[in-house]
């Protein structure tokens, strides 16, 4: 997903169709620390090639890495954010990862010797998400002429040829741009969008881009010569809770579209940040069972709806838990739901790499039932659920895998650093990662130091320094201290979750962390 929150989103976090702090009924909220890693632990992940931004944006030149850390720094090379996969119908795999002004697509058949096969030009933006179905490659963004998504076409991808098929801006005539995007198979989720009050100067560039088209005309020649820094924005408005498309009558996204395209309004206009929009995953006969939930990150609240009826989504749940600060975004695995909380203090600075569990085999009385954290100090930021392993993308201490086999007894299991200068809470570091390729070789995407492509390898013994070290019930608070564990009873209350969350939006209003993605 995308990195962190645009500072309008605090003012517009407001769905209350149900408020109040919950933990779990009946059972305490498990409190899991895991043994403290070194900071630059590397272990479990195998390196097998590096792709850095200047590559993957043809901009090859060699020069002297500044950290970015807040919107309008610009880096020495193009920023990078996220990645997503593809698999071609002939088996290859291809990471396909997007920094400012480019989208490029990797061959990762061989791990070893990752190649660039192509690199499509794309409006210059510091936040990217792309998902794909079928043979397309859908790219949202925030760019204020990237209304809508691009669309790639990969159907010659094998033979190095990627075609930018995405329609004209009038498909997208309400001008909204999209932080992240969701699919479940059938349907694309177009996310924390805005609504872009075009002036003429943001007509005529998207005029002048030609809605998309592929990589033809003076306008895309001048694109290819590098990207450039994003103009000031026109004015912006949010956007709908979400944008549903169905994929097979409405594959390009047309909003026009007579019976592929649908908007939903949440109540209190709720913005959703980003969401897992999966099939019901219970019982058979529940009464849940063959339709689509969307679990989804409202910045305020964990919030799950019913989106089977792409015109009528409703509202099923809303959880607002202990220790909130900002809910970016959420993988399930059933019945559990796997949340990373932007979990920041009143210096900015993240208070440790943690992760919410929540039970949502009752999807009207979603509970918080666990949380688990490695004690280092990095913001978190996006993860995905592989069979009982949960490979997540932790800004400055780079990839790390849990093995959540026991839900409640988590295990780190492997680690890579790409970020090796510090653990803080900047937002540094790895932005996404994709674990799921048939092949099982992992990729990630780092802000300033471009692609990586592992091999996750055998996973080390189980030893008691690998396992949870404590695992006490609410209201105890474990936290990591001078790289030891530290359980302390602090029974942290409502006005001190309520300063952090606080200090948390003050923070993303000012631009700290700017911009699930």
């Known amino acids: 997903a995308a990195l962190s929150t645009p500072p309008m989103h605090a003012a517009i976090m407001r769905g209350a169709w149900r408020t109040g702090a919950r933990g779990s009924a009946g059972a305490p909220e498990r409190h899991a620390q895991l043994a403290p890693r070194t900071s630059h632990a590397q272990h479990g992940l195998q390196l097998l090639s590096h792709i850095d931004n200047g590559e993957l944006s043809d901009k090859a030149e060699e020069t002297e890495e500044t950290p970015w850390e807040a919107a309008g720094a610009e880096p020495s090379e193009p920023p990078g954010s996220d990645v997503w996969g593809y698999a071609s119908p002939s088996g290859s795999e291809y990471a396909i990862s997007s920094v400012s002004?480019?989208?490029?697509?990797?061959?990762?058949?061989?791990?070893?010797?990752?190649?660039?096969?192509?690199?499509?030009?794309?409006?210059?933006?510091?936040?990217?998400?792309?998902?794909?179905?079928?043979?397309?490659?859908?790219?949202?963004?925030?760019?204020?002429?990237?209304?809508?998504?691009?669309?790639?076409?990969?159907?010659?991808?094998?033979?190095?040829?990627?075609?930018?098929?995405?329609?004209?801006?009038?498909?997208?005539?309400?001008?909204?741009?999209?932080?992240?995007?969701?699919?479940?198979?059938?349907?694309?989720?177009?996310?924390?969008?805005?609504?872009?009050?075009?002036?003429?100067?943001?007509?005529?560039?998207?005029?002048?881009?030609?809605?998309?088209?592929?990589?033809?005309g003076a306008a895309a020649a001048a694109r290819a010569s590098g990207?450039?820094?994003?103009?000031?924005?026109?004015?912006?408005?949010?956007?709908?809770?979400?944008?549903?498309?169905?994929?097979?009558?409405?594959?390009?996204?047309?909003?026009?579209?007579?019976?592929?395209?649908?908007?939903?309004e949440a109540p209190g206009a709720a913005y959703v940040h980003d969401a897992h929009v999966v099939a019901y995953a219970g019982d058979a006969g529940h009464a849940y069972a063959g339709q689509t939930i969307a679990y989804a990150c409202l910045g305020d609240a964990l919030g799950v709806f019913n989106v089977t009826d792409m015109r009528a989504p409703h509202p099923l749940d809303r959880v607002v838990y202990p220790g909130l600060a900002y809910a970016h975004q959420v993988w399930t695995r059933w019945p559990h739901a796997y949340l990373n909380d932007e979990h920041l203090a009143?210096?900015?600075?993240?208070?440790?790499?943690?992760?919410?569990?929540?039970?949502?085999?009752?999807?009207?009385?979603?509970?918080?039932?666990?949380?688990?954290?490695?004690?280092?100090?990095?913001?978190?930021?996006?993860?995905?659920?592989?069979?009982?392993?949960?490979?997540?993308?932790?800004?400055?201490?780079?990839?790390?895998?849990?093995?959540?086999?026991?839900?409640?007894?988590?295990?780190?299991?492997?680690?890579?650093?790409?970020?090796?200068?510090?653990?803080?809470?900047?937002?540094?570091?790895?932005?996404g990662v994709y674990p799921f390729f048939p092949s099982g070789t992992v990729v990630g995407s780092d802000i300033t130091r471009g692609l990586f492509v592992w091999r996750l390898q055998s996973e080390p013994p189980d030893d008691r320094a690998n396992a949870l070290a404590q695992v006490q019930p609410w209201p105890w608070l474990v936290v990591g201290v001078a790289g030891a564990a530290l359980v302390a009873t602090a029974a942290v209350g409502a006005a001190v979750r309520h300063r952090l969350a606080a200090a948390s939006r003050r923070a993303h209003r000012v631009g700290v962390g700017v911009g699930t993605a």
Do not use: C
């Not at 697509?105 to 096969?117: E, I, K, L, R, Y």
């Not at 390009?252 to 579209?257: F, K, T």
């Not at 509970?367 to 993860?383: K, P």
């Open 101 to 216: 002004g480019t989208i490029a697509f990797v061959n990762v058949t061989d791990p070893g010797n990752a190649q660039v096969v192509a690199r499509l030009p794309v409006p210059p933006s510091y936040w990217y998400d792309v998902k794909t179905h079928g043979t397309l490659a859908y790219v949202g963004s925030e760019a204020p002429t990237a209304w809508g998504a691009h669309v790639f076409d990969m159907a010659a991808i094998d033979a190095g040829q990627v075609v930018d098929v995405t329609p004209n801006a009038s498909a997208n005539a309400d001008h909204t741009s999209s932080h992240n995007l969701a699919t479940d198979g059938r349907r694309l989720y177009r996310l924390g969008t805005r609504h872009w009050l075009p002036d003429a100067s943001a007509a005529s560039a998207r005029a002048a881009d030609g809605g998309g088209g592929g990589a033809s």
């Open 346 to 431: 009143e210096d900015g600075k993240a208070v440790r790499t943690t992760v919410f569990v929540f039970d949502v085999s009752d999807l009207r009385n979603v509970t918080l039932v666990a949380r688990f954290s490695n004690g280092i100090g990095a913001a978190t930021h996006n993860l995905f659920v592989r069979g009982s392993l949960i490979f997540q993308a932790n800004y400055a201490s780079g990839a790390r895998v849990y093995d959540v086999s026991e839900p409640l007894h988590p295990r780190e299991v492997a680690s890579f650093d790409t970020h090796p200068e510090n653990d803080g809470g900047d937002f540094v570091g790895l932005w």
């Open 227 to 264: 990207p450039t820094p994003p103009p000031a924005p026109p004015p912006a408005t949010p956007g709908s809770s979400f944008y549903i498309y169905d994929l097979a009558a409405n594959p390009l996204l047309n909003d026009s579209h007579p019976t592929g395209a649908a908007r939903y």
